[in-house]
């Protein structure tokens, strides 16, 4: 029991150690973090890929990278909708016991929502954003298929409850169309009947193109023969086809075969007649009218076979189209008949739903009396019955007053809409004199008051325009801070414009003082040589150069040291202006320094008072 303290105390020594680390000399040595470019790159698309999926928390720039990430990967775990049987619950800030175990969670819940990817706890606390940015997208990518998946359910949900009970209006022009529709379509399908008027001979040995000829010809249509097209320009050459025929030997060719085909074909005017059991079988409910046609129908074929001296197809045709009609009228009212068996369907079913709704509303009222039985058969509960049996009566009197009270009111509303319309339709104002003068009095007043207001407003109106002309004029802190920074800016720049000239003065100064040395120096030069040449004609004249000489090299060395002593006070005075210049800076850096520090505390300020009127109120 005595090792387990021993092994605590040496891992608390070992994260010691590590966590400081120190130099030879005893001193903490501050490590040198340095940041992978990469990383940061993943980082921010992370982020940015978080944001674009809806999760605008990542956006707060005093969360930590940690949090954005962590935070985004629960929330795109919970948008996912998946039962994962684990409590994935992000809480900002956290100590590091709380981060290990969420992402320790987040690393369980992966293979839960068959992530392909694979993912460690290590990964996430140590914002390896490389191997995190994957994962990510395929549970961002998981997300908005959720979200999509979830708004086509709510959506088709939506329309399956609204065609229960609503009708868009492209429905409605359907719906009202279609009758309309359908008879158009039925009457088309009617006239352009197929109307067989000949029988074709057996051709089961001919090619295709005569058997297609005699289902032609058998309902009237001619088929293969047609005219030769006029000559443009006056171009009476005929056209050669293969074989050396004209287009006009094969047209007549081709009536020769058609009329041929027509000689072998016989009318149709002995027409079998129907039988009622085979119409019953077809008709089903309709048997019998279809018996009575078909009976009709036979009686009127034998009357016109014995009686008119026509042919058999115009008889045949006359009783076709008087059939057509009656079924043209039998079907309109079965189309009647239908629609009013369709209506009382509807009401039938209606009144089924009804009928099954109060069967269930009886039983629930059933098992609520039998539950009311119950209590009155309970001695404790009589008062509580007496007082809810007096409440009840007590609401029925009330809806009963409320019932009559409406009606009341809507007589009354009646009554007076009925005298305005009586008013307005005589164009009669019936007002009292009094009651008139009355009115346009306060009438006036309200205007005289209004007018009072009005100029009232319009003087705050333009007070408060004034104040915010004074208020404007004072500057705010940033136009102080701009302001700030131009003077400095303008500062700085004259300060360089002056040391430029400082610098041409100092310039023209030396080169003056060069050129007035020279001007000397070539000056006693020449008076050397006027001198040097006339020393040499006597020895007097030599010493006297001589001694005009030692003068000038004296008067040399006295102006050179002289030169050296104002060197020795220019730079002392340059070393004293210097020491100036180096407490200036240190004065400006402090006075930089507070003002710095004077900001951060104003701001601190203004939240504190931000935090004090928030907790006021």
Request: with cysteine; net charge negative; charged share 35%.
């Amino acid at each position: 029991m005595a090792a387990k303290p021993q092994s605590s105390l040496f891992q608390k020594a070992k994260r010691e150690i590590k966590a400081q680390q120190l130099d030879e000399y005893g001193n903490q040595v501050e490590f040198d973090v340095r940041k992978d470019e990469e990383q940061d790159v993943k980082l921010e698309d992370t982020i940015r890929l978080l944001l674009a999926a809806g999760y605008f928390r990542a956006r707060i720039k005093s969360l930590s990278p940690f949090d954005k990430i962590v935070g985004g990967m629960t929330w795109c775990i919970t948008a996912s909708n998946e039962d994962v049987d684990v409590d994935v619950l992000f809480e900002e800030n956290a100590n590091i016991g709380q981060k290990i175990a969420l992402t320790e969670k987040i690393v369980a819940v992966l293979p839960r929502l068959k992530c392909p990817l694979r993912l460690e706890p290590h990964q996430i606390q140590g914002l390896d954003c490389i191997s995190i940015y994957p994962v990510v997208q395929w549970l961002v990518k998981k997300a908005l298929e959720t979200r999509d998946e979830l708004n086509a359910q709510q959506r088709n949900s939506a329309l399956f409850e609204f065609d229960k009970f609503g009708c868009t209006p492209e429905d409605e022009a359907f719906n009202n169309a279609l009758p309309k529709a359908s008879s158009s379509v039925q009457h088309v399908q009617e006239v352009y009947l197929a109307n067989r008027q000949l029988k074709a001979p057996n051709v089961g040995d001919a090619d295709e193109e005569t058997r297609i000829q005699c289902t032609l010809l058998e309902y009237g249509r001619r088929f293969g023969a047609s005219k030769i097209p006029k000559a443009q320009k006056g171009d009476a050459v005929k056209k050669k086809l293969e074989g050396g025929q004209s287009e006009e030997d094969l047209i007549k060719r081709e009536e020769q075969r058609v009329n041929a085909i027509m000689k072998k074909m016989t009318a149709l005017e002995d027409e079998p007649e129907v039988s009622t059991s085979f119409l019953g079988e077809i008709s089903g409910a309709q048997s019998k009218e279809i018996q009575e046609l078909s009976a009709e129908y036979a009686k009127e074929a034998q009357a016109l076979a014995g009686t008119s001296g026509e042919s058999g197809t115009a008889a045949h045709k006359r009783a076709v189209a008087t059939l057509e009609k009656q079924i043209a009228v039998t079907a309109s009212k079965t189309q009647v008949a239908e629609a009013k068996h369709a209506e009382l369907e509807k009401e039938y079913n209606e009144s089924q739903e009804e009928l099954l709704k109060m069967q269930a509303y009886e039983k629930r009222i059933a098992k609520e009396m039998a539950k009311l039985d119950d209590l009155e058969g309970d001695e404790a509960n009589r008062d509580v019955l007496a007082e809810l049996r007096r409440l009840v009566a007590l609401n029925e009197g009330l809806k009963a007053q409320e019932v009559s009270f409406k009606q009341t009111c809507q007589a009354e509303m009646e009554e007076l809409d009925d005298k305005i319309e009586k008013l307005e339709g005589s164009g009669v104002e019936i007002l009292d004199d009094e009651r008139t003068r009355a009115i346009a009095k306060q009438y006036a007043d309200d205007q005289e008051k209004l007018k009072k207001i009005k100029m009232l407003a319009a003087r705050r109106t333009r007070e408060i325009a004034n104040l915010h002309r004074k208020i404007d004029e004072f500057p705010g802190r940033a136009e102080l801070n701009q302001y700030q920074r131009r003077f400095v800016e303008l500062a700085s720049q004259v300060l360089t414009k002056l040391r430029e000239t400082k610098q041409f003065y100092t310039l023209y100064n030396c080169l003056d003082d060069t050129k007035l040395y020279l001007a000397k120096e070539v000056k006693l030069l020449e008076s050397v040589q006027e001198s040097y040449t006339i020393a040499g004609t006597s020895t007097k004249s030599k010493n006297q150069l001589l001694e005009q000489m030692t003068t000038i090299v004296q008067s040399l060395s006295d102006n050179y040291n002289k030169l050296v002593d104002r060197q020795g006070k220019e730079q002392s005075k340059r070393d004293d202006l210097s020491s100036v210049l180096q407490s200036l800076v240190e004065k400006e850096r402090q006075y930089y320094k507070s003002v710095k520090d004077y900001e951060t505390e104003c701001s601190k300020n203004e939240l504190l008072i931000a935090k004090l009127k928030r907790r006021n109120k």
